[in-house]
């Protein structure tokens, strides 16, 4: 749903609002050739509906955030480690 970030590598990476295993949404990545990788589907408990895009820090980990799902149902942050 959010814009798309790129690696050190040059690999794009990004969220989907739905689909997914789970159908909660996911988190893909797009290397430089074009090979599309799904890196997680979120489930109800760890984050559903991830609206925003990803953020990278210096050491390549990824930061998003979801609407719902959660403890309370009331949304998440996320980090994905590369």
Do not use: C, Q
């Amino acid at each position: 749903m959010g814009g798309l970030v790129r690696d050190a590598k040059g690999d794009l990476w990004g969220t989907t609002l739905y689909g997914g295993a789970n159908g909660f949404g996911s988190v893909f990545k797009v290397t430089a050739r074009g090979k599309e990788t799904l890196v997680h589907s979120f489930t109800m408990t760890d984050g559903d509906t991830p609206w925003a895009g990803l953020l990278r820090d210096k050491a390549g980990n990824l930061y998003g955030s979801a609407a719902a799902g959660g403890v309370f149902n009331f949304g998440t942050v996320f980090k994905i480690t590369p």
